[in-house]
């Protein structure tokens, strides 16, 4: 089974990506949703996160407060990568467990999409990498509209990755999403129909 991975920066459109993906055909794991699952209450990762970080990243119903925990660790790099010792190796399980049902099934092709594919040191689980692409102003601008936030901290966490143009260079394939959603589609099913070709 090939496994492609799947990344970009922050805000890049790396879902709209997977989604187009999906539509033509093809099998994605997803790391943010696997991220959700490993964190969910009852799991072990969730009870370390509470044990480093304080009830203070729960909400009510005992559930992880993402937003709480953002502002924590996107302030600070130790608290960051405290959080990454924990959370890493529990997504790292669930994906292996995915990828294993797929390679079942007898899926030839499989997109592994993670955000933090280079900096996790995660690229050894895949045959090569596709990058999802735009430049820092659209990175920012989409970042501040979509979820909300000040320049300022929407900067912060631009901070905490990987600079897109660093993040290119490793890609055997470069998706540009600066443009119209039926530009990065014609790029993505291009893409799509050269991998089925080989």
């Not at 799991?43 to 993402?66: N, W, Y």
Request: aromatic share 4%; net charge negative; glycine share 10%.
């Amino acid at each position: 089974m090939r496994i492609i991975g799947l990344t970009g920066g922050i805000a890049s459109g790396k879902s709209t990506v997977a989604r187009i993906l999906e539509q033509l055909g093809a099998s994605v794991v997803d790391a943010d949703q696997l991220a959700r699952e490993a964190v969910r209450p009852g799991m072990p990762a969730l009870d370390a996160i509470v044990a480093d970080f304080g009830p203070d990243v729960l909400l009510t119903d005992g559930s992880l407060d993402r937003k709480a925990l953002g502002r924590i660790i996107f302030a600070d790099p130790q608290a960051r990568r405290r959080l990454e010792a924990i959370t890493h190796p529990a997504i790292a399980r669930l994906a292996d467990e995915r990828l294993d049902e797929l390679r079942r099934a007898g899926k030839e092709v499989v997109f592994y999409m993670a955000p933090l594919l280079i900096e996790a040191g995660v690229t050894g689980r895949v045959d090569e990498i596709w990058v999802v692409y735009v430049d820092r102003e659209t990175q920012l601008a989409r970042l501040t509209g979509r979820d909300g936030i000040g320049r300022d901290e929407a900067e912060q966490r631009l901070a905490a990755q990987m600079p897109m143009d660093e993040k290119a260079a490793h890609g055997a394939a470069v998706i540009d999403n600066r443009g119209t959603p039926e530009e990065t589609e014609r790029q993505v099913a291009a893409l799509w129909k050269k991998l089925a070709g080989q």
